[in-house]
Nanobody, 123 residues
Framework: QVQLVPSGGGSVQAGGSLRLSCAASGYSSTPYCMGWFRQGPGKEREGVATIDSDGTTSYADSVKGRFTVSRDNAKNILWLQMNSLKPEDSDTYYC?????????????????WGQGTQVIVST
């Protein structure tokens, strides 16, 4: 069982930056695929970024060049650095871990999910 505890959400003006963190614990077989997803009211969940155990990353087209996913395997921490934020990035963001069917932003088939952390980008 993996426990995922996110932090770092908040409010920022458009063009600003935020960094989300997700602390993972409780899974003995590390490292593993981890990712960030987001979902707003009435919207489908959207993959934002994933990072595999070897550091391979994938990003949604909408965030490429603005967001960077990274991890510290020794500390079991996942980050999402979000720069040049836009109002359309406003959503609840979720971290996820362990993707037995492949590590890619196009798939949300993750075994473990953290609670959401809200990001609000104002104009």
């Amino acid at each position: 069982q993996v426990q995922l505890v996110p932090s770092g959400g908040g409010s920022v003006q458009a063009g600003g930056s935020l960094r989300l963190s997700c602390a993972a614990s409780g899974y003995s077989s590390t490292p593993y695929c981890m990712g960030w997803f987001r979902q707003g009211p009435g919207k489908e969940r959207e993959g934002v970024a994933t990072i595999d155990s070897d550091g391979t990353t994938s990003y949604a087209d909408s965030v490429k060049g603005r967001f960077t996913v990274s991890r510290d395997n020794a500390k079991n921490i996942l980050w999402l650095q979000m720069n040049s934020l836009k109002p359309e990035d406003s959503d609840t963001y979720y971290c996820a871990a362990v993707a037995p069917f492949g590590c890619d932003v196009s798939s949300d088939k993750f075994a473990y999910w953290g609670q959401g952390t809200q990001v609000i980008v104002s104009t």
